[in-house]
């Protein structure tokens, strides 16, 4: 079955990664911008990443039939440093024009700081000056459901954005609802022993339905699996859901979403 991968750091991933997911149905994928797994020095660092989120990881991809596409921002758990931030931002602009680049992301929170609010906000601003689609990073364990109501206040309070242009991720059982019910699409980030497990996610479809909701691996620096959607197709097999409800998720949600930004050229045929 083809499936998208909307949210997966192939940065940190080998490209014998991308051959097993070719095999297994891949045909797309996103990259938000992430954290390197230590913080970066200064924002010639982040030009050098941006430039190969851009240029070199959309060619890896080509070699085995996979469409690459990314999004730009300083992660939140960079955002401390105001200045460093500011400098980064700047740069973005120029890399939205790139052919690949489908909007801000992942922005969004990770200790609930007052720094990291002010630099979610500016990064609001530049998706609305630029008239970009948002991928949101949402914080972890018991600061999930506040950092998440941040996070909407704080795109709400801008005034001009669509919720349906924007991609809450990493929801859960506790912020999922939440997240719906304000009109913003929700992801679900699938890991082995953390965040989402497929059989959690199987149960997640099975409490709310599959409407603006999608599946993704993020495949980072640590223990996670560039594999986990067709291991949870697998899992929403076993249960007895029909292949078109596995479609919905991992294809029809995501073609719909970031269809809205033109430069996505994948088709539904």
Known sequence: MKYIDPHIHMVSRTTDDYQRMAQAGCVAITEPAF???FDRSSAQGFYDYFRQLTEFEPKRAAQYGIEHYTWMCINPKEAEDIGLAREVMALIPEFLKQPNVLGVGEIGLNKNSKNE???????????????????VHTPHLE????????????????????????????????TVQAVLDRGFWAGMTLYPDSKVTPQRAADIFEMYGTERLWINSAGDWGHS???????????MLRRGHPAHAIETISWKNPLTFLGQCEKFNVKDD
């Open 143 to 174: 600061d999930k459901l506040k950092g998440t109501r941040l996070i909407m206040d704080a795109i709400e309070r801008n005034g001009h954005i669509d919720p349906s242009r924007v991609l809450i991720d990493h929801v859960e059982e506790h």
């Open 117 to 135: 609010l002010l630099v979610l906000e500016e990064h609001i601003g530049i998706a609305d000056a630029h008239d970009q689609l948002i991928l």
């Open 35 to 37: 954290w390197a797994g």
């Open 225 to 235: 699996d560039p594999l986990a959607v067709p291991k949870c197709h697998v899992e």
